[in-house]
């Protein structure tokens, strides 16, 4: 009853199902594929290792026999040379056996053919036989080594043959139909082996060591021309290919592309040349090859350099053939070393390329620098402050500044892209150019300057002028700014460029100049350029010595009336003689220009003196050649006093005394006075005037006319100047009124002086004497 109890108590303990059941019941499925795959994978995995191992075994094996394929490789080769070998022991000994046959034969010749031995018969048919067969195996052999490629040994079973068969070299026996037969198949061999040598040169991807091998191979079978040809040919399509991958890039590097293209040049013909040496020795023939090949080469890489270069007009087209020249030259310089010197042809072909190029860029610079109307206003601003010719600014019109610093910057654009090798060879073409381009604009200069025909209606005589210069401070600016640029800006700025020139190491070659003529061609470019500016120097003194002589209604203030009037007293008895008052008014004139260019020219005393002696040498060279003044002298109805003749030459040893006191003592014054004053006395004395008694001594004159100078300076003081007639006191004023309204100098002006008479007053203590007129 008990245990009924507990049944009903505990009704499911029978229903506990145990674990396995239930893991065996509900194992899902994924677990049992995971457990199989791996399973799988355990198998697989031991089946690779299996077939790793065996792979490696089978490798080792392969690498085994392939060198025992090689080993027997060259034991077949060994083999075959031994049975080449014992072939010509055989061919010998048939060859032997069959001289001592003929030799016993011969011996025994009197038994008759019908008792010769037919072993013997047989014994030299097969002989014959044993030569044709190793014939046949010899050109079996050699065409193997043809389709294997093994040039060399080919060569060498060519070279045993012609040895063992000395009559393959010759023209060939005829005689013999078997020799001609085998003869011309082993031409034919000779031939495909050489064809197979040209076809190695001629691949476009055959190694330097391949390269040279054929050649000396081709050399071995006697084509020593046609390998030395191929040998050109194959660094000739080198270079051909390294041009023609370097030519897209030029438009990106348009001035430094020449070079490279030197670089690439001269490498390839450097190492032709010391292969060909290497190869073929020095035979002159083979040279003389290399050095033709390498002409034609320089022609074509003078004209790639012209296809490509920048347009010729442009400063980039200079850079580009100024690097060219430098790049080939310093190349072919090198190249000397080897026996090839180049440097003349390369000058000759490169001649009318660097000449178009200089033509088109000063044909361009001819035109920017006289157009003053296009101007860079940023660069000038950028460099007027550093610029001598800023000291011109305030003082001129600004165009004139700005044209100056436009010129200079257009010359030093040019001079930047030239080398020290353009400038050594055509140094003198590029100065000449310079002092051209100067030239014209000093004409330019010239134009901006009044002229006499200024006040004409010829409207055939008018050019466009973009800027003027009227007043004395203005046209004094002008010709300073023209002498700063010819006696500092110019030559600076081309002496630094040929100082590179001395200084490279490049030029230190048969080629280079002596420096003696260098400095000639420097100082004829300076003559050059001197002689340019004169044009503008001369032409300023000239209309402004004529604005002297001329008044505004064409009448000659200085004419010979002044010497005709007989009043007054001999000079020599008179206390305080003065000069003429045109002379007087000259020497205020100077006097006041003086002062202006004190100011403007300020340190450049130079061009100061230079102005001023000129224009002196310009009044008195007018004097010296106006045949009106002297007509007036040599009319016989005109009569002529002694004090005329001291007048006149108390004016001559005035003026020349002005020179000497202001600091500039002209000898071509001196000598244009001393012309004048021996005119005069012989023009006086032809009319009956006695110079001796006429004339006191020179050192009269001399001193008469310091004390003139003294006395103008320190102005008038009751002395015989304010008792000048009416007629010419308004020609004096009418002269000095002439000039720059900004001088504020006159006679009696102790500052005007100062800043005229840069000598001391010792000087005057100096006499200059005139050499006697009568001598």
């Given at each position: 009853?008990?245990s009924?109890?507990e049944?009903?108590?505990?009704p499911s303990?029978?229903?506990?199902t145990p674990?396995s059941?239930?893991?065996?019941l509900?194992q899902s499925n994924?677990?049992?594929g995971?457990?199989?795959v791996?399973?799988?994978?355990?198998?697989l995995?031991?089946?690779?290792?299996?077939?790793c191992g065996?792979?490696q075994?089978k490798?080792?094996a392969?690498?085994?026999?392939?060198?025992?394929?090689v080993?027997?490789e060259?034991?077949?080769v060994e083999l075959?040379?031994?049975?080449?070998?014992?072939?010509?022991?055989?061919q010998d000994?048939?060859t032997?056996?069959c001289?001592?046959?003929e030799e016993w034969n011969s011996a025994?010749?009197?038994?008759?053919?019908?008792?010769q031995?037919?072993?013997v018969?047989?014994?030299?048919s097969?002989?014959?036989?044993d030569?044709?067969?190793?014939?046949?195996i010899f050109?079996?052999?050699?065409?193997?080594l043809?389709?294997e490629?093994k040039?060399?040994e080919?060569?060498?079973?060519l070279?045993?043959?012609e040895k063992n068969?000395?009559?393959l070299?010759?023209?060939?026996?005829?005689?013999s139909?078997?020799?001609?037969?085998?003869?011309?198949?082993?031409?034919k061999?000779?031939?495909?082996l050489e064809?197979?040598?040209?076809?190695i040169?001629?691949?476009p991807?055959?190694?330097?060591?391949?390269?040279?091998?054929?050649?000396s191979?081709?050399?071995k079978?006697g084509?020593g021309?046609?390998?030395?040809?191929l040998?050109l040919?194959?660094?000739?399509?080198?270079?051909q290919?390294?041009?023609?991958?370097?030519?897209p890039s030029?438009?990106v590097y348009?001035?430094?592309?020449?070079a490279t293209l030197?670089r690439?040049l001269?490498?390839?013909?450097?190492v032709?040349?010391?292969?060909?040496?290497?190869?073929?020795g020095?035979?002159?023939?083979y040279?003389?090859?290399?050095?033709?090949w390498?002409e034609w080469?320089?022609?074509?890489?003078v004209?790639l350099?012209?296809?490509n270069?920048?347009?010729?007009?442009t400063v980039?087209?200079?850079?580009?053939a100024?690097?060219?020249?430098?790049?080939s030259l310093?190349?072919?310089?090198?190249?000397?070393?080897?026996?090839l010197?180049l440097?003349k042809?390369?000058?000759?072909?490169?001649l009318?390329y660097?000449e178009e190029?200089?033509e088109?860029n000063f044909?361009?610079?001819r035109?920017a620098a006289?157009?003053?109307?296009?101007?860079?206003?940023?660069?000038?601003l950028?460099?007027?402050?550093?610029?001598?010719?800023?000291?011109f600014?305030?003082?001129?019109?600004?165009?004139l500044?700005?044209?100056?610093m436009?010129f200079?910057d257009i010359?030093e654009?040019?001079?930047a892209?030239l080398?020290?090798?353009?400038v050594l060879?055509?140094?003198?073409?590029?100065?000449t150019?310079?002092?051209?381009l100067?030239d014209k604009?000093m004409?330019?200069?010239?134009?901006?300057l009044p002229?006499?025909?200024?006040?004409d209606?010829l409207?055939?005589?008018?050019?466009?002028?973009?800027?003027?210069?009227e007043?004395?401070s203005e046209?004094?600016?002008?010709l300073?700014?023209?002498?700063?640029i010819l006696d500092e800006?110019?030559?600076?700025?081309?002496i630094?460029?040929?100082?590179l020139k001395?200084?490279?190491?490049?030029?230190e070659?048969?080629?280079t100049?002596p420096n003696?003529s260098i400095?000639a061609e420097?100082k004829?470019w300076?003559?050059?350029?001197?002689?340019?500016?004169?044009k503008l120097?001369?032409?300023f003194?000239?209309q402004y010595?004529?604005?002297f002589?001329?008044?505004?209604?064409g009448?000659?203030r200085?004419?010979?009336?002044?010497?005709?009037s007989?009043?007054?007293?001999?000079?020599?008895w008179?206390s305080?003689?003065?000069?003429s008052l045109?002379?007087?008014?000259l020497f205020?004139?100077?006097?006041?220009?003086?002062t202006v260019?004190g100011?403007?020219?300020?340190?450049k005393e130079?061009i100061?003196?230079?102005?001023?002696?000129?224009l002196?040498e310009?009044v008195?060279m007018?004097?010296?050649?106006?045949q009106?003044f002297w007509d007036v002298?040599e009319?016989?109805s005109?009569p002529?006093c002694p004090?005329?003749?001291?007048?006149?030459?108390f004016?001559?040893?005035?003026?020349?005394?002005?020179a000497?006191?202001?600091?500039?003592p002209?000898r071509?014054?001196?000598?244009i006075?001393?012309?004048?004053?021996?005119?005069?006395?012989?023009?006086f004395s032809?009319?009956?005037?006695?110079p001796?008694?006429?004339?006191?001594e020179?050192?009269?004159f001399v001193?008469?006319?310091?004390?003139a100078i003294?006395k103008?300076l320190?102005?008038p003081?009751?002395s015989?100047t304010?008792?000048?007639?009416?007629?010419?006191s308004?020609?004096?004023?009418e002269?000095?009124?002439?000039s720059d309204?900004?001088?504020s100098?006159?006679l009696?002006?102790?500052e005007?002086f100062?800043?005229?008479?840069s000598?001391n007053?010792g000087?005057?203590?100096?006499?200059?004497y005139?050499t006697n007129?009568?001598?």
């Amino acid at each position: 009853m008990e245990s009924s109890e507990e049944d009903d108590d505990f009704p499911s303990i029978e229903s506990i199902t145990p674990q396995s059941k239930i893991d065996s019941l509900y194992q899902s499925n994924t677990e049992k594929g995971i457990r199989k795959v791996c399973c799988e994978l355990l198998d697989l995995k031991d089946a690779v290792e299996n077939l790793c191992g065996d792979m490696q075994t089978k490798y080792l094996a392969f690498l085994r026999m392939s060198e025992e394929v090689v080993e027997m490789e060259h034991e077949l080769v060994e083999l075959r040379k031994h049975i080449s070998a014992q072939g010509i022991l055989v061919q010998d000994l048939m060859t032997g056996v069959c001289r001592e046959l003929e030799e016993w034969n011969s011996a025994n010749g009197k038994i008759g053919d019908c008792q010769q031995d037919p072993q013997v018969d047989e014994l030299q048919s097969s002989l014959l036989s044993d030569a044709d067969n190793r014939k046949a195996i010899f050109l079996e052999n050699f065409d193997v080594l043809l389709a294997e490629h093994k040039v060399e040994e080919a060569i060498e079973a060519l070279e045993a043959e012609e040895k063992n068969c000395p009559e393959l070299k010759g023209p060939g026996d005829t005689s013999s139909m078997e020799l001609s037969s085998y003869r011309s198949e082993f031409l034919k061999r000779r031939s495909m082996l050489e064809d197979q040598l040209i076809e190695i040169t001629e691949q476009p991807v055959v190694s330097i060591l391949e390269l040279k091998k054929a050649l000396s191979a081709l050399i071995k079978l006697g084509k020593g021309p046609l390998a030395h040809q191929l040998l050109l040919k194959s660094y000739g399509s080198r270079l051909q290919k390294s041009i023609e991958l370097f030519l897209p890039s030029c438009s990106v590097y348009p001035k430094t592309f020449p070079a490279t293209l030197s670089r690439l040049l001269f490498s390839i013909i450097s190492v032709t040349t010391k292969e060909s040496g290497l190869i073929f020795g020095d035979n002159p023939v083979y040279t003389n090859r290399v050095v033709q090949w390498a002409e034609w080469e320089i022609e074509y890489f003078v004209r790639l350099v012209k296809e490509n270069a920048p347009s010729s007009e442009t400063v980039f087209a200079l850079g580009a053939a100024s690097n060219c020249v430098q790049a080939s030259l310093t190349y072919s310089s090198m190249l000397e070393s080897q026996g090839l010197k180049l440097s003349k042809l390369l000058l000759v072909l490169l001649l009318p390329y660097i000449e178009e190029v200089l033509e088109l860029n000063f044909r361009w610079a001819r035109r920017a620098a006289l157009d003053v109307t296009e101007i860079d206003e940023s660069l000038l601003l950028s460099t007027r402050s550093m610029s001598p010719l800023s000291a011109f600014a305030t003082l001129s019109d600004s165009v004139l500044v700005d044209s100056g610093m436009k010129f200079m910057d257009i010359i030093e654009d040019i001079l930047a892209q030239l080398t020290p090798m353009t400038v050594l060879h055509f140094g003198a073409n590029i100065l000449t150019r310079i002092s051209q381009l100067f030239d014209k604009y000093m004409d330019m200069l010239i134009k901006s300057l009044p002229s006499p025909s200024d006040d004409d209606n010829l409207t055939e005589l008018k050019e466009v002028i973009h800027f003027r210069v009227e007043t004395d401070s203005e046209q004094l600016a002008l010709l300073g700014l023209a002498f700063i640029i010819l006696d500092e800006l110019l030559p600076l700025a081309v002496i630094k460029v040929w100082s590179l020139k001395n200084e490279s190491k490049e030029l230190e070659s048969e080629n280079t100049v002596p420096n003696a003529s260098i400095t000639a061609e420097l100082k004829e470019w300076k003559r050059s350029l001197q002689h340019s500016f004169d044009k503008l120097r001369d032409h300023f003194c000239r209309q402004y010595v004529l604005t002297f002589i001329y008044s505004r209604q064409g009448k000659t203030r200085l004419n010979a009336l002044i010497y005709l009037s007989g009043e007054g007293a001999d000079l020599y008895w008179d206390s305080d003689p003065l000069p003429s008052l045109p002379f007087q008014a000259l020497f205020a004139k100077l006097q006041q220009l003086a002062t202006v260019a004190g100011d403007v020219l300020l340190g450049k005393e130079k061009i100061q003196k230079i102005l001023l002696a000129r224009l002196t040498e310009t009044v008195m060279m007018w004097l010296s050649e106006e045949q009106e003044f002297w007509d007036v002298f040599e009319d016989e109805s005109v009569p002529l006093c002694p004090l005329g003749l001291q007048q006149l030459i108390f004016d001559m040893h005035f003026t020349v005394e002005i020179a000497h006191f202001a600091g500039y003592p002209s000898r071509h014054v001196h000598q244009i006075a001393s012309a004048i004053i021996a005119r005069a006395i012989r023009t006086f004395s032809a009319r009956g005037i006695d110079p001796q008694s006429a004339l006191p001594e020179d050192e009269w004159f001399v001193e008469t006319a310091k004390t003139a100078i003294n006395k103008l300076l320190l102005g008038p003081s009751g002395s015989d100047t304010s008792e000048i007639d009416e007629d010419h006191s308004i020609i004096h004023d009418e002269i000095v009124s002439d000039s720059d309204e900004t001088a504020s100098s006159s006679l009696s002006s102790i500052e005007s002086f100062k800043s005229f008479a840069s000598a001391n007053m010792g000087e005057l203590d100096s006499p200059m004497y005139f050499t006697n007129p009568d001598g």
